[in-house]
């Protein structure tokens, strides 16, 4: 069996492979035939549980009266002890979504996921500050830092994956090619998806003080629950 999965990754070697990114065009070579079957695999995952998700969000939609956006921010508030800046945005993203906004909701996840994860890394006293060096000023990273951060911190591999697949190069790009004006419009499904994520974010991060956001510098000396080592279902 060894030498059989050795032969066949022997021939695979000779072919040559060129990853086409969401726009059909080419983005890497050489990466191997497992890891573009498994980045296939999971687009595929994601478009499917994006329209499960899409589902179960119209039917709570149908058999309850959907609360007002203050009602979901202090229920999501108080359930996850999270930061009320961040529900209130989860909450306009979510009534967003039941109004059938789904562009709308999109410009409210996109950087409330990274918001969240910026402000749970700052916690983590993560050195995420980038000083100015050379011609380069000094900046916050991208979202591929934080998730690599996120990782290294000890998030789920499933969830690292998740995001990876959704937002980043690495899969289906959403974050990018919205930020870049590839995307401008968004369907019930990737709107749910979006809400799955920016909630999971949300809740993560607990309660952020948006004060240390401009001293970026200083660590953050606040205790934190090790909320990162949750494993959503």
């Excluded at 022997?10 to 980045?39: C, D, F, K």
């Excluded at 969000?57 to 149908?62: F, N, Q, R």
């Excluded at 609360?67 to 229920?75: D, G, I, L, T």
């Excluded at 974010?201 to 909320?227: F, M, N, Q, W, Y």
Aim: proline content about 4%; charged content about 25%; some cysteine.
């Amino acid at each position: 069996m060894t030498q059989a999965e050795t032969g066949r990754q022997g021939l695979l070697s000779l072919v040559s492979n060129i990853s086409l990114g969401p726009l059909n065009l080419p983005t890497r070579t050489g990466a191997s035939a497992e890891e573009e079957q498994l980045h296939r695999i999971e687009g595929s995952n994601i478009g499917t549980m994006a329209s499960i998700l899409a589902l179960e969000l119209e039917l709570i939609d149908s058999r309850f009266d959907s609360p007002s956006r203050e009602e979901f921010a202090n229920w999501f508030a108080g359930i996850f002890a999270c930061d009320p800046v961040l529900s209130e945005q989860l909450a306009d993203a979510q009534k967003r979504h039941w109004e059938r906004d789904f562009t709308g909701v999109s410009l409210v996840c996109l950087p409330l996921i990274e918001a969240a994860a910026r402000g749970l890394l700052l916690k983590l006293d993560e050195p995420l500050y980038r000083a100015e060096r050379g011609a380069s000023p000094g900046r916050f990273p991208a979202l591929d830092f934080y998730v690599q951060a996120l990782e290294d911190n000890g998030l789920d591999v499933d969830w690292v994956r998740t995001l990876r697949a959704t937002l980043l190069s690495d899969g289906v790009n959403i974050r990018n090619l919205s930020a870049h004006g590839f995307k401008s419009r968004f369907n019930e499904g990737e709107s749910a998806l979006l809400l799955r994520l920016a909630g999971f974010a949300c809740a993560l991060a607990g309660t952020i003080d948006h004060a240390e956001l401009s001293k970026p510098l200083v660590p953050v000396r606040a205790g934190l629950r090790r909320r990162i080592g949750w494993i959503w279902s």
